[in-house]
């Protein structure tokens, strides 16, 4: 376990640290060399030129959360007729047992001349027999009636069973229609941000990514300085550790919309596969995580807890303590390290509250 103290100390310095990072990151980065007679495009349009390419892995973003949601649910959708078809499996040879022994009963009526033997047991002038055939009698005519009974009840469940499995089967059409939709849109914008850079020059994408780099750089300064981070010193609970570790483990690994490793991931692919890293089942997609999972303050956050960024909560990532984060960004990106306030936060959740 962390002691307090420290970690403020160190997330100050790592702090610091990411600050001097993302400064000489920028300040590295190759100079502005024109090899290509054509003229460059301004800032201001390589600045619109970023805002389009964000705004469509954006989309494509929230249409891959879309995707696994569908599948998720589509899964779901058919352990539940696998179930139910057993179910129904289950009914139909009750039935015919039923069916058979109250079968069996009728036979053994006609047989005796209509009469059961109970019944012709209380025709005897003996008393004993009497007796005796009057309360065989009686049980016979409960054990049938329950036979009826129990007929009726099965039938009835059988037919349940098969509603359900209609309805089962009709959600689970409509959760693959929208996951193939989803699918088609996630591609479709992956595709146009594609084009987009590809009429880049070279110089042209490095400049493009240094001006990502400098605005994360003042994202997080700006949220560092705002004091919104506070102390945010609390101690990691051993899934939570679980957790961080398992998601820092992927770094380096390629994000691939619809993944959950082990050699892809996408944002919530990362965050939910960590969280069962460290013994806790989360849901899928980063907006039913937001949904579903305890809410806790900036403030108040420790490693392992989940970022939630953007209004629409299209993006997720796992807060590793010190002011920073981990993260699987988007397309043509790797798993990676950031400063938790890089993207605007919409809030954070805790799947071990």
Known sequence: MWDPGELVNRRRSAATAIALVCALTVLAAPGQAYADPSPPRSEQRLQEVRGEIDALYRKAGAATDAYNLAEERADKQSSEIVKLAKEIVEGQQRI?????????EARAQYRSGGLPPEAKLMLSRDPRHFLDGAGRLR????????????LSRTQTDLEAYTEDATAQWKRLESSRKKKEAAKKEIKKQIAAAEK??????????????????????RAQTAWLDSGALGDAAGRATKGGEAAVAFATAQIGK????????????????????????????????????????????VRDMRPGDLIVYFDDASHIGMYVGDGAMVHAPRPGRDVTMAGAGSMPILGVVRPDK
């Not at 049980?139 to 129990?150: R, S, T, W």
């Open 96 to 104: 015919e047992d039923l069916k058979r022994r109250i079968g069996a």
């Open 139 to 150: 049980e016979g005519q409960q054990a049938a009636k329950g036979l009826l009974g129990e």
């Open 196 to 217: 987009l850079e590809s009429t880049l020059e070279k110089d042209e994408r490095e400049r493009l990514l240094r001006m990502e780099q400098e605005a994360e750089y």
């Open 254 to 297: 390629p994000y691939v919309w619809g993944a959950e490793g082990p050699g892809s991931f996408d944002c919530s692919g990362l965050t939910s596969q960590a969280w069962l890293a460290g013994g806790r089942a989360i849901p899928r997609t980063s907006q039913e995580q937001w949904k579903q999972l305890p809410r806790v303050d």
